[in-house]
T-cell receptor, first 111, second 114 residues
Framework: QKEVEQNSGPLSVPEGAIASLNCTYSDRGSQSFFWYRQYSGKSPELIMFIYSNGDKEDGRFTAQLNKASQYVSLLIRDSQPSDSATYLCAVKGPRYSTLTFGKGTMLLVSP | NAGVTQTPKFQVLKTGQSMTLQCAQDMNHNSMYWYRQDPGMGLRLIYYSASEGTTDKGEVPNGYNVSRLNKREFSLRLESAAPSQTSVYFC?????????????FGPGTRLTVL
């Protein structure tokens, strides 16, 4: 049984700060890792994915992957109130085409 | 392009009633998925279809059936609704130029079973 763990939050940061969201996973065979953002009452949308150890940057977002420690994180630089949402971590293994989602972390960015 | 569409947006059922949730995508994706999302439980996969003509169970398939009608459409049926099936249901698809790396989600169906 694959498990993906996230702190439910809420994580509160002031506008302009760096928000750090963390996720751990149980299946060492997992190969691809995804971060989705979900605004209240809306559907999830993909922010970025990563499959190699290290950092991957896309604008204000940086995904970090450490397979040895089985964690993946998402950093949001210069956080904006519009970043306030629930962030879902998802994991895909080598044998499955499906994703296993964590329960999500709620981020609140205050002006 | 409409992306992934779902109908209905809202539905209230009585225990024991049946209904079908409809999903369609216009992105020529091979793979389609049904999830449910409950407070504090995250997204859980109910069923998925890797290609037209195939369906497989996900994490929580009990009480549901699916039909991959054609490449565009993937429906979810509740034969005898129970209060435990009160949830928000999302359909998703993947498989375009980005492969299966990105799942595109529909707007969701909010279902209440009384």
């Amino acid at each position: 049984q694959k498990e993906v763990e996230q702190n439910s939050g809420p994580l509160s940061v002031p506008e302009g700060a760096i928000a750090s969201l963390n996720c751990t996973y149980s299946d060492r065979g997992s190969q691809s890792f995804f971060w989705y953002r979900q605004y209240s009452g809306k559907s999830p949308e993909l922010i970025m994915f990563i499959y190699s150890n290290g950092d991957k940057e896309d604008g204000r977002f940086t995904a970090q992957l450490n397979k040895a420690s089985q964690y993946v994180s998402l950093l949001i630089r210069d956080s904006q109130p519009s970043d306030s949402a629930t962030y879902l971590c998802a994991v895909k293994g080598p044998r499955y085409s499906t994703l296993t989602f964590g329960k999500g972390t709620m981020l609140l960015v205050s002006p | 392009n409409a992306g992934v569409t779902q109908t209905p947006k809202f539905q209230v059922l009585k225990t024991g009633q049946s209904m079908t949730l409809q999903c369609a995508q216009d992105m020529n994706h091979n793979s389609m998925y049904w999830y449910r999302q409950d407070p504090g439980m995250g997204l859980r996969l109910i069923y998925y279809s890797a290609s037209e003509g195939t369906t497989d169970k996900g994490e929580v398939p009990n009480g549901y059936n699916v039909s991959r009608l054609n490449k565009r459409e993937f429906s979810l049926r509740l034969e005898s609704a129970a209060p435990s099936q009160t949830s928000v249901y999302f359909c998703a698809s993947s498989g375009g130029l980005a492969g299966d790396n990105e799942q595109f989600f529909g707007p969701g169906t909010r279902l209440t079973v009384l």
